[in-house]
């Protein structure tokens, strides 16, 4: 498992728009929750929130429709330098530890530094849960599944539910 600090930025094609100018924050569903109090405090209580299918896509469409739109995105730094936008506000996450965490999977003697130094320097375990309602299709994934740990030492232990909507039926 890897943490990385999520920081949030809302970004304008306009170097000139106010935050009470603001008529609609573009973003992927969770930035707009992870910024959900700050926009409650800071924009217009009519402001419209327009959910994307990534922060990195909502960059480039506020960018797109330009700054007569009065549209800001919510996305990282990153997509303010790609999309040549401006920065209105920085760190506008309401928490300032906000992270993500990212699952890893990968060989212990990996070519990529990033793997092969995670492991080594980790005690971390991490669940893994899958549900799927087909029982032939089910069993075959997780064959498939162990078949890429077949050699592994790092499965420590494996664990069957019985799915509660089936069994009451």
Not at 40 to 51: A, D, Q
Not at 126 to 137: A, G
Not at 139 to 150: A, G, K, S
Request: with cysteine.
């Amino acid at each position: 498992e890897i943490y990385t600090p999520i920081n949030h930025a809302l970004l304008s094609s306009s170097s000139s728009l106010s935050l009470s100018d603001i008529c609609s924050v573009h973003s992927h569903p969770q930035a707009l929750g992870q910024c959900r109090k700050w926009i409650e405090t800071h924009l217009p209580p009519n402001v419209k929130c327009v959910e994307e299918e990534s922060t990195a896509g909502a960059a480039e469409l506020v960018n797109k429709l330009g700054p007569s739109s009065r549209s800001v995105a919510i996305a990282s730094r990153l997509a303010a330098s790609e999309n040549k936008m401006n920065i209105i506000k920085d760190d506008i996450q309401d928490s300032l530890d906000n992270e993500t965490r990212f699952i890893l999977i990968g060989r212990i003697n990996s070519p990529s530094p990033l793997l092969s130094n995670h492991f080594h320097q980790s005690n971390i375990r991490t669940t893994l849960y899958f549900e799927e309602t087909d029982t032939q299709t089910s069993f075959d994934f997780l064959r498939n599944l162990m078949d890429c740990f077949q050699n592994s030492k790092l499965i420590y232990g494996l664990c069957s539910r019985p799915n509660q909507v089936k069994a009451r039926k």
